[in-house]
């Protein structure tokens, strides 16, 4: 994380402020995920789109985010939308262990389960000094992060003094509310302060390693749209 001098002393008044306003040290936050995403040759009506209902439990230096068991979320499949694509929808729930940077990911792609063990990924973070933004009720910095394949914006709160974020993110010294990138849209829509008595961690599945499930995803895929190549050659053929 890279801190200039005028960012550190903004982080710390961020903190004072916090602590006299109280802090959350365990909870649950929920959030809205907006995946975007298009291939070559979709219909004009297919969606570009995709919307999810997540949480993540807060207990310590643990966390658990997965989707949100309050909402039962509406898809936007058309008449157009593959069925291997609606197969290939993931349903995931990551496990984050900060102190000892572990991370179990549980994943149901395909109709199967996968377990990827991986580590928690270290984000070189800049923050941005004197950019603020109000996310769920919490007032939150500006940090960023970029390099040759992703450009993420993230807003943080220090009200809640945990390295911590939704899905993958983290690192900051508050929890992230708020991602931005050019594929997702997180945002917090509720915070709860409330005890948490226990977290499950994920462990039905098949382990494989993250380079391991990065390459069937990706042999997938390749496959899905083969298929779908094909299928609008034979359309447009009138076969």
Partial sequence: MNVSLKSFFIIVLFA?????????KEGIIKYKQTVYFEFENMPADMPKSMESFHRMILKND????????DVKSQNNDSENTPRMFRRMRPTKTI?????????????NMFGKDFLVMDTIENFKWKISAGEQKVVAGYTCMKAFYKDSTNNFVVFFTTQIPKKNGPDKFGGLPGVI????????????????????TELVIPSKGDKMSRSEFTTMVKQKTEEMR????DRMGRRSSGQ
């Fill in 16 to 24: 004072h402020s916090s602590a006299l306003i109280g802090q959350v």
């Fill in 62 to 69: 643990e966390s658990v985010y997965e989707k949100d068991p």
């Fill in 95 to 107: 496990y984050k262990n900060i102190s000892t940077s572990k991370v179990i990911e549980h994943q």
């Fill in 177 to 196: 509310l708020e991602v931005q990138s050019a594929q997702t849209h997180i945002i917090a829509t509720e915070v709860i302060n409330s005890p948490v």
């Fill in 226 to 229: 083969q298929m779908w190549g």
